[in-house]
């Protein structure tokens, strides 16, 4: 099994900025795309950005250039560096990875519990 921990959610006014971590730990042979999913009240889970193994990154057309993703392979976690927040990216965020486990010949996908991240205007 894998385990996800998020953090560096909260309440920041728009404009300013807020980094997510989100770290895994647990039966891990190799971690493929990391990624950060949100979902609003009444909307569906959207991505906001990914990043694979090797470093290739995508992010959603509404956060380009405000949103920067990262990985640190040494400690299976990935960041998400969120800049001149809005109020429309108020919304839980989750962090989802794609593993291969030492237990299974697939890999499989796990997700965070979810971080609040509130942006007041």
């Known amino acids: 099994q894998v385990q996800l921990v998020e953090s560096g959610g909260g309440l920041v006014q728009a404009g300013g900025s807020l980094r997510l971590s989100c770290a895994a730990s647990g039966s891990i042979f190799r971690i493929n795309v990391m990624g950060w999913y949100r979902q609003a009240p009444g909307k569906q889970r959207e991505l906001v950005a990914a990043?694979?193994?090797?470093?290739?990154?995508n992010s959603a057309d509404s956060v380009k250039g405000r949103v920067t993703i990262s990985r640190d392979n040494a400690k299976n976690t990935v960041y998400l560096q969120m800049n001149n927040l809005k109020p429309e990216d108020t919304a839980v965020y989750y962090c989802n990875v794609n593993v291969n486990t030492l237990m299974s010949l697939y890999p499989m996908d796990y997700w965070g519990q979810g971080t609040q991240v509130t942006v007041s205007s």
């Open positions: 990043i694979t193994s090797g470093g290739r990154t």
